[in-house]
């Protein structure tokens, strides 16, 4: 409740937690409509999916899902340490986070531009000749791995918010609401490709 | 200010922050300017639309072309749609009245998160103006009507894109919207506000906001897989391509219906603050109505399948969201019920707020009937598609949304800028508004019945009769708007100060000077009982 006199100088750590939990309900959601279209179409063309899911290669999609668990253990353990008041090994264990999710990137551009030398790409040649679930699973499979792609990268600014504010001394060890939400948002951004790496890379 | 007259203390209105004039608008957190900012920008839009209505009407006076051409008709029907619906109804009262007045019925100085408000309704601009882009950008404006059903909407040549980021960027506004107030009802209410001593229309926007949050994100990614199918050809929803157009319309729907009660909730939550001031009595079944809303939100969250009773969904589906589209009308009914009550015995003053609130239920009750025949699945195969389900849901929106927000701004009206309309034109105003809304829509339920489809350009010569009928109501009605829009306009340069309490109201805006200063309360009130407690000859339920 609103105790602080002036306009705009309302704190409250617990409401922001609220409204970041709320966000990531809704992001949830989002990634939820593409998770039931993958149902719909792997239902009705299992075989061909598990024929499409054989081109992704395992070992990188293994590689980032290990990456990305021991991003989210870093995060986890850098909102640890500001609730202590070591900012230093907070923004130590932060930078590991960035590195984290830079190498997830790094992967995922080889994966992606591998693929598009074999011009499987949606629209391309190659993709229109195969089967329609072949072209459904690429289809969602750039969607799905896109979409979070770009959570990575949205994730990835806020860590990088975080570390400047870290280091000004704008967050502290009583004031560490926007560290802790931008911890729950990676755990969000880890947490859609654990669902994802089984259903496009473990499926053959 | 240009009338003699001056209240006496500095109001938010004239608040100086770091900016001056429009500049000082446009950077300003505070909650009630970002509201009357919604509320400028959505009058313009719904001004153009109902104009683009009243072109449609006017094509259809006369069977084959008489003002614009099939395909033009296409476009202004869609235009029409994708304004009324994702940029006039949708935000309309929640943003706008939400935004002026949730703070304030709370016992708060503003939103829980002031600048993500801000931001919230720049996202709400860049999409509005998107939408007007897809009209003026090369190439011709979008013909899908505001559902955008594929497979069509992948296919048409037409800016489709354009309006899908459109609509994506207006849901992604609501979203932002939702989740303040969720927050702010949970975090900001004053010391002693329990959840059931806070007041109607909050209670109504804590449901629609759940619903914004919950069910946009369907249709954003919805209208993202759409654009995938149009720029990568995906075929998510082409069967050519091995896709299911009927996923999409579940999809769209999913959230599409539950978007009638974003857009009716908070218009029941407005009517039901008007109802015990112009009675001078405490609401009747306060509890029953917080708890309707929610059961609202709750069922109307897996009705949407009724939209689709004729796409060759399963028997049992159909039974199933037929029988909850029944469920559904019936805490719509509680609150009628609720809201007569409290009416009956009290001491009724018949000021336009009421009169408004009144003629809601009116037309309420007519679309709500109608939506029963729609949901029925017999009469449903008949109607589907047809003029009568164009009438059902103006009545629903523009009869109740619609109507709920011309009750809101006559009722708040005096607390947001401190001055009194005039009554005698508001009531003229009312008279044309309500003759002509019924003249207008009243004859597409009949010529419906008759066979008369929805989004045609042409009809048969045995439909003319009633699509005259409905043109001149349109004229009745477009009238009626620009006189009430004037009393206002008026009121607001003119009018005399109306103090802080006009209608004897009793919740906390009331107690406050009229318009609010910047911080709404010096003090946070400390609140002892019941929000409609009208001193101590009444009861305090």
């Given at each position: 409740?609103s105790?602080?006199?002036?306009?705009?100088?309302?704190?409250?750590?617990?409401?922001?937690?609220?409204?970041?939990?709320?966000?990531?309900?809704?992001?949830?959601?989002l990634?939820?409509?593409?998770?039931?279209?993958?149902a719909?179409?792997?239902?009705?063309?299992?075989?061909?999916?598990?024929h499409?899911?054989?081109?992704?290669?395992?070992?990188?999609?293994?590689?980032?899902?290990?990456?990305?668990?021991?991003?989210?253990?870093?995060?986890?353990?850098?909102?640890?340490?500001?609730?202590?008041?070591?900012?230093?090994?907070?923004?130590?264990?932060?930078?590991?986070?960035?590195?984290?999710?830079?190498?997830?990137?790094?992967?995922?551009?080889?994966?992606?531009?591998?693929?598009?030398?074999?011009?499987?790409?949606?629209?391309?040649?190659?993709?229109?000749?195969?089967?329609?679930?072949?072209?459904?699973?690429?289809?969602?499979?750039?969607?799905?791995?896109?979409?979070?792609?770009?959570?990575?990268?949205?994730?990835?600014?806020?860590?990088?918010?975080?570390?400047?504010?870290?280091?000004?001394?704008?967050?502290?060890?009583?004031?560490?609401?926007?560290?802790?939400?931008?911890?729950?948002?990676?755990?969000?951004?880890?947490?859609?490709?654990?669902?994802?790496?089984?259903l496009?890379?473990?499926?053959? | 200010?240009?009338?003699?007259?001056?209240?006496?203390?500095?109001?938010?209105?004239?608040?100086?922050?770091?900016?001056?004039?429009?500049?000082?608008?446009?950077?300003?957190?505070?909650?009630?300017?970002?509201?009357?900012?919604?509320?400028?920008?959505?009058?313009?839009?719904?001004?153009?639309a109902?104009?683009?209505?009243?072109?449609?009407?006017?094509?259809?006076?006369?069977?084959?072309?008489?003002?614009?051409?099939?395909?033009?008709?296409?476009?202004?029907?869609t235009?029409?749609?994708?304004?009324?619906?994702?940029?006039?109804?949708?935000?309309?009262?929640?943003?706008?009245?939400?935004?002026?007045?949730?703070?304030?019925?709370?016992?708060?100085k503003?939103?829980?998160?002031?600048?993500?408000?801000?931001?919230?309704?720049?996202?709400?601009?860049?999409?509005?103006?998107?939408?007007?882009?897809?009209?003026?950008?090369?190439?011709?404006?979008?013909?899908?009507?505001?559902?955008?059903?594929?497979?069509?909407?992948?296919?048409?040549?037409?800016?489709?894109?354009?309006?899908?980021?459109?609509?994506?960027?207006?849901?992604?506004?609501?979203?932002?919207?939702?989740?303040?107030?969720?927050?702010?009802?949970?975090?900001?209410?004053?010391?002693?506000?329990?959840?059931?001593?806070?007041?109607?229309?909050?209670?109504?926007?804590?449901?629609?906001?759940?619903?914004?949050?919950?069910?946009?994100?369907?249709?954003?990614?919805?209208?993202?897989?759409?654009i995938?199918?149009?720029?990568?050809?995906?075929?998510?929803?082409?069967?050519?391509?091995?896709?299911?157009?009927?996923?999409?319309?579940?999809?769209?729907?999913?959230?599409?219906?539950?978007?009638?009660?974003?857009?009716?909730?908070?218009?029941?939550?407005?009517?039901?603050?008007?109802?015990?001031?112009?009675?001078?009595?405490?609401?009747?079944?306060?509890?029953?109505?917080?708890?309707?809303?929610?059961?609202?939100?709750?069922?109307?969250?897996?009705?949407?399948?009724?939209?689709?009773?004729?796409?060759?969904?399963?028997?049992?589906?159909?039974w199933?969201f037929?029988?909850?589209?029944?469920?559904?009308?019936?805490?719509?009914?509680?609150?009628?019920?609720?809201?007569?009550?409290?009416?009956?015995?009290?001491?009724?003053?018949?000021?336009?707020?009421?009169?408004?609130?009144?003629?809601?239920?009116?037309?309420?009750?007519?679309?709500?009937?109608?939506?029963l025949?729609?949901?029925?699945?017999?009469?449903?195969?008949?109607?589907?598609?047809t003029?009568?389900?164009?009438?059902?849901?103006?009545?629903?929106?523009?009869g109740?949304?619609?109507?709920?927000?011309?009750?809101?701004?006559?009722?708040?009206?005096?607390?947001?800028?401190?001055?009194?309309y005039?009554?005698?034109?508001?009531?003229?105003?009312?008279?044309?508004?309500?003759?002509?809304?019924?003249?207008?829509?009243?004859?597409?339920?009949?010529?419906?019945?008759?066979?008369?489809?929805?989004?045609?350009?042409?009809?048969?010569?045995?439909?003319?009769?009633g699509?005259?009928?409905?043109?001149?109501?349109?004229?009745?009605?477009?009238?009626?708007?620009?006189?009430?829009?004037?009393?206002?306009?008026?009121?607001?340069?003119?009018?005399?100060?109306?103090?802080?309490?006009?209608?004897?109201?009793?919740?906390?805006?009331?107690?406050?000077?009229?318009?609010?200063?910047?911080?709404?309360?010096?003090?946070?009130?400390?609140?002892?009982?019941?929000?409609?407690?009208?001193?101590?000859?009444?009861?305090?339920?």
């Amino acid at each position: 409740m609103s105790t602080h006199p002036t306009h705009n100088e309302h704190h409250d750590p617990e409401g922001s937690k609220i409204g970041m939990w709320l966000f990531i309900f809704t992001e949830l959601f989002l990634f939820g409509g593409l998770f039931l279209v993958y149902a719909v179409f792997r239902n009705k063309y299992s075989a061909e999916f598990h024929h499409a899911a054989e081109e992704l290669n395992a070992f990188i999609g293994t590689m980032n899902t290990v990456v990305l668990l021991v991003s989210s253990m870093t995060v986890a353990m850098s909102v640890t340490a500001i609730q202590k008041g070591n900012s230093k090994k907070a923004i130590g264990l932060l930078i590991l986070t960035v590195l984290a999710a830079l190498i997830f990137m790094v992967n995922k551009y080889f994966e992606w531009s591998h693929k598009f030398e074999f011009n499987l790409y949606p629209g391309s040649d190659v993709v229109k000749g195969l089967d329609h679930g072949e072209i459904l699973f690429y289809g969602l499979y750039y969607m799905m791995t896109g979409l979070h792609a770009l959570h990575v990268l949205i994730g990835l600014v806020l860590l990088i918010i975080v570390i400047v504010r870290l280091k000004s001394g704008r967050i502290t060890k009583d004031h560490y609401s926007l560290h802790e939400n931008s911890g729950l948002y990676w755990h969000l951004v880890d947490l859609i490709w654990i669902f994802l790496f089984p259903l496009l890379y473990l499926i053959t | 200010m240009s009338s003699t007259e001056k209240y006496t203390h500095e109001s938010y209105l004239e608040h100086k922050g770091k900016y001056k004039g429009l500049l000082g608008w446009l950077t300003s957190t505070d909650h009630k300017k970002i509201g009357l900012m919604y509320m400028y920008a959505i009058t313009v839009f719904f001004l153009v639309a109902a104009l683009l209505g009243l072109m449609m009407r006017i094509e259809k006076i006369a069977p084959g072309p008489t003002i614009m051409d099939a395909q033009t008709y296409n476009g202004v029907f869609t235009i029409h749609g994708v304004i009324m619906i994702f940029i006039v109804v949708i935000p309309g009262l929640a943003a706008v009245f939400g935004n002026l007045f949730l703070p304030i019925l709370i016992g708060a100085k503003d939103v829980a998160f002031p600048k993500l408000n801000l931001f919230s309704w720049y996202l709400f601009m860049t999409g509005a103006i998107l939408g007007l882009f897809s009209q003026f950008v090369g190439g011709d404006p979008p013909d899908t009507g505001w559902t955008f059903y594929v497979p069509y909407s992948a296919e048409s040549s037409t800016n489709v894109i354009w309006a899908l980021s459109a609509a994506f960027i207006l849901g992604f506004a609501s979203i932002l919207t939702g989740l303040n107030f969720i927050v702010t009802i949970h975090r900001m209410r004053a010391p002693g506000m329990t959840w059931f001593k806070m007041p109607l229309f909050p209670w109504s926007l804590y449901a629609t906001a759940w619903i914004q949050v919950l069910a946009t994100p369907i249709v954003g990614i919805t209208l993202l897989m759409v654009i995938a199918e149009r720029v990568l050809n995906i075929g998510f929803f082409d069967p050519a391509l091995g896709g299911d157009p009927v996923l999409f319309q579940h999809l769209f729907w999913i959230y599409s219906h539950p978007a009638v009660y974003i857009m009716i909730l908070p218009a029941m939550g407005v009517v039901t603050e008007i109802f015990p001031t112009f009675s001078q009595k405490p609401v009747f079944g306060y509890g029953a109505i917080a708890i309707s809303s929610i059961a609202i939100a709750v069922v109307g969250y897996f009705v949407w399948g009724h939209h689709m009773f004729t796409s060759g969904i399963s028997y049992w589906s159909r039974w199933f969201f037929s029988f909850l589209t029944f469920i559904v009308a019936v805490p719509s009914a509680i609150k009628v019920f609720n809201w007569l009550s409290t009416m009956y015995g009290g001491k009724i003053s018949l000021k336009p707020p009421l009169l408004y609130a009144i003629s809601l239920i009116f037309l309420f009750l007519i679309g709500g009937f109608t939506g029963l025949t729609l949901g029925a699945l017999a009469t449903n195969i008949h109607t589907h598609d047809t003029a009568f389900v164009v009438a059902h849901f103006h009545y629903i929106i523009f009869g109740g949304m619609g109507f709920a927000f011309f009750a809101g701004i006559h009722y708040w009206f005096p607390k947001m800028y401190g001055r009194m309309y005039s009554f005698r034109w508001a009531n003229i105003a009312w008279g044309f508004l309500f003759l002509g809304f019924n003249v207008l829509y009243f004859p597409l339920f009949i010529i419906g019945l008759q066979g008369m489809p929805r989004r045609y350009f042409d009809y048969l010569p045995q439909y003319q009769t009633g699509h005259v009928i409905s043109t001149i109501g349109a004229f009745i009605l477009i009238i009626g708007i620009f006189m009430m829009i004037s009393n206002l306009i008026y009121a607001r340069k003119k009018g005399a100060l109306a103090g802080p309490n006009p209608w004897k109201g009793v919740t906390l805006e009331w107690k406050i000077p009229s318009p609010p200063p910047l911080e709404n309360f010096d003090e946070i009130p400390v609140i002892t009982h019941q929000p409609y407690f009208f001193g101590d000859t009444n009861d305090e339920d």
